[in-house]
């Protein structure tokens, strides 16, 4: 079973509000703060929503696994692709444009599986945040790829 959504149930279970806040999100292309997305959804029906509404329906998307919380930034951003429930999920994040990439590996959990095993932990979430530069931004720079550490083999 994955996290997202089946298309017919998404479509009984979004609300005119979640859809809208759905649309936002994928329009942004960026992680989105709460109160960025209640001035977002001002401006988009002229009515601003309460915050309790706009947590509320960041909630519903988040345990649908329409969404995901960027914990390094408080932020938001939709779901790139569907992924199973259990799979670790990694955004790669770039702290220059802000572009967020988001991954997943079934190595790195299988990994995360063992090493959470060995400390007999149990993990509520699978999460890696990885903050560094997007491809665009390494070849915008002035120094190009040739920047100490950027570009290394690992």
Known sequence: MTSAMP???RATLLTPAR???LDILTKANRPIGAYELIDLLADADGKRPAPITVYR???F???HGLAHRLESKNAFVVCGH???????VVFLICETCGEVKEATSAGLGR????LT???QFNARTRVVEIVGRC?????????GQSEEGVGAPM
Request: a negative charge.
């Open 117 to 119: 095993g060995q400390a």
């Open 82 to 88: 569907g992924h199973h429930v259990d799979e670790p």
């Open 19 to 21: 859809q809208r806040a």
């Open 135 to 143: 491809h665009r931004c390494i070849g915008s720079s002035p120094q």
């Open 61 to 63: 998307l988040l345990d």
């Open 111 to 114: 990994e995360l599986t063992k």
């Open 57 to 59: 329906t960041l909630s």
């Open 7 to 9: 298309s017919q149930t």
